[in-house]
């Protein structure tokens, strides 16, 4: 079975496919013109590209033999030559990272780039969706970027790097105004006319703005008014490789010294240390989540409602792969940042409103898959989760139930009750209209969707962990 990728359509040099409809045994290859394969021949020669694919910077990669059935198949559709990648475990989109990941993301955009302006080479792409998480490692995945670079040719990429990259992370950590929904709006990222909107007055001479927000800006602004670029067709933009050099050296300093700073802590970042559980109840629901995913050893686990990862980081010692999922961007790039420090590498947190998570989007809705769709988990965590979901976001506990249903998962519950002072918190100066938030309609839709392999009370019966497994289609 060999399907197009969604994603990978705007660039003519190539196209993607999937191979496989398994989780499993999916595989990645890429079609390329004949230009396009003499281009990436030589380029797989290069110390520089060598270098870069020994130390996991960007995805191992192979030409595939012409008499491959899978490289006929590609070929067949019109493509000289087909590359095999090494298959990504988790796709994600920079709309769902943390700052502390799109930071890394950029830093490494930046590396790679430095190391091909040394040896000769460019990136002809500067965007955030070329690069990929294994684990809390990033990896670039897309080899038809690399070009020759010819003496003094000017670095297209800058303007795609500044708006996806550079202008999101310079928004949060001047501004602390969350670059996700942005970036989720337009996937052409935040271009300085729109972000000069944010540095008014005094903020526009805070680092890096006058550079790289206001003066693009406002040239932009000068060249619309005029119609366009006045210069004629054939004239083209010189930069030397110094100046290219010392640019990206001025954007990799930048990039490096902005932080995230948050005005107020987040009440759920410190979740770990003023939850409401005794301390032995706290430790038997980490032995429970800890016994089930020794004994399943999940490929892949979805965390939902994360927060800083404790039990992210106890499911991801017997897991392949653990995708950390909060709606708190505070708690998830602590998570990330721990999970960085720790050497936790088969942890992938990402800021997603569980209420509202990442829909298709670009073409046709297929360009970036929606969250739900890329890869289905072998088991789930949903740890004091419910209760937000109907208080907070208004929704049903049958469509709940029905939608972790649709996971087809081992899903861990932990169900939080009525008489929790957590959930009294949560209805604070709310009128009570959650008349099917009771322990009785819970285990009711539960028993119409699940098998209940075990159970266990926490906190004097106010909390319940139950092990679920699917029940098959009536």
Not at 47 to 70: E, Q
Not at 123 to 133: E, I, S
Not at 276 to 299: I, L, M, N, W
Not at 399 to 413: G, H, K, N, Q
Request: hydrophobic residues 40%; proline residues 5%; glycine residues 8%.
């Amino acid at each position: 079975m060999l399907s197009a990728d969604g994603g990978s359509y705007r660039d003519p040099s190539g196209r993607v496919y999937l191979v496989g409809g398994g989780d499993v045994d999916r595989r990645v290859v890429r079609g390329l013109t004949a230009a396009t394969a003499a281009t990436v021949e030589r380029l797989m020669g290069e110390p520089f590209f060598k270098r870069m694919i020994a130390d996991g910077s960007v995805v191992k990669t192979r030409f595939m033999p012409a008499d491959d059935p899978v490289a006929l198949s590609v070929m067949d559709r019109g493509w000289e030559s087909v590359l095999e990648h090494e298959a990504v475990d988790f796709l994600t989109w920079p709309y769902e990272w943390p700052f502390s990941m799109l930071k890394d993301a950029a830093l490494l955009q930046l590396r790679l780039l430095q190391m091909c302006a040394q040896s000769g080479w460019m990136l002809k792409d500067a965007t955030p969706y070329n690069v990929q998480w294994t684990g809390t490692r990033p990896v670039f995945i897309d080899i038809p970027s690399f070009e020759p670079w010819e003496s003094g040719e000017y670095w297209q990429g800058y303007r795609q790097f500044c708006s996806t990259f550079l202008i999101p992370l310079m928004l949060t950590a001047h501004l602390g105004v969350p670059f996700q929904p942005l970036l989720r709006s337009s996937l052409e990222g935040i271009p300085p006319e729109e972000a000069a909107r944010y540095f008014y007055g005094l903020r526009r001479f805070k680092r890096g703005v006058p550079s790289h927000v206001w003066f693009p800006a406002m040239v932009e602004r000068r060249m619309r008014n005029r119609g366009g670029d006045r210069r004629s067709p054939g004239a083209k933009r010189r930069q030397s490789k110094t100046s290219v050099l010392a640019l990206l050296d001025t954007l990799g300093r930048l990039v490096t010294g902005l932080t995230y700073r948050q005005a107020a802590t987040s009440d759920w970042s410190l979740y770990s240390e003023t939850h409401s559980y005794e301390e032995g109840d706290f430790e038997r629901k980490k032995e429970f989540v800890e016994k089930y995913a020794f004994r399943r050893r999940p490929r892949l686990l979805w965390d939902l409602g994360a927060n800083t990862g404790t039990f992210s980081r106890i499911a991801a010692r017997h897991s392949e792969l653990v995708v950390a999922v909060d709606g708190d961007h505070e708690a998830v790039d602590i998570l990330y940042r721990r999970a960085c420090e720790e050497d936790d590498r088969n942890i992938i947190p990402l800021v997603m409103d569980l209420a509202n998570p990442s829909p298709g989007q670009g073409w046709a809705g297929r360009e970036r898959i929606a969250f739900v769709e890329r890869r289905s988990p072998d088991m789930a965590l949903c740890l004091a989760l419910i209760h937000h979901l109907r208080v907070s976001a208004g929704i049903p506990v049958s469509s709940i139930v029905e939608w972790l249903r649709s996971l087809d998962a081992t899903v861990i519950v932990e169900f939080v009750d009525r008489n929790d002072e957590m959930f009294g918190k949560l209805i604070e100066n709310r009128s009570d209209q959650y008349s099917d938030y009771t322990s009785e309609n819970f285990h009711s839709e539960i028993e119409r969707c699940f098998t209940i392999e075990d159970r266990m009370g926490l906190k004097g019966g106010k909390r319940e962990m139950l092990l679920l497994e699917p029940k098959s289609p009536a």
